[in-house]
């Protein structure tokens, strides 16, 4: 679970990032990254639509997600911004796939 300090919380934030990060696709998500500006904490948000699959589906690809964030967070700088969009495919995506799709985006725009 990513702690309070690493997560983004105002849809301002998820905005700035999404209009102004870097982003990275791949076959199950979009990774946006602002570059870090200050030494603030690593920030994380996760939008995961309708389209991606009812609440529970959602949820489960939102947690997943989550957790693959918490693995790569001590590898990454300080102070990025990085919002993740899910797409409709991440519902049917294995965890393995998710991962390394993530850190395949998160090494290239956020290390």
Known sequence: MLARPNRLTRGTEYKAVVR?????????????VTPAVLATPT?????????VGGAVVRNSVRRRLKAVCAEALPSLQP????VIRALPSAATATFADLRDEVSRCLSRRAA
Not at 20 to 32: I, N, S
Not at 43 to 51: L, N
Not at 79 to 82: L, Y
């Open 79 to 82: 102070g990025n911004d990085i």
């Open 20 to 32: 102004r990060g870097r982003r990275c696709a791949g076959a199950h998500t979009v990774t946006y």
């Open 43 to 51: 920030r994380f948000g996760f939008i995961v639509s309708r389209q």
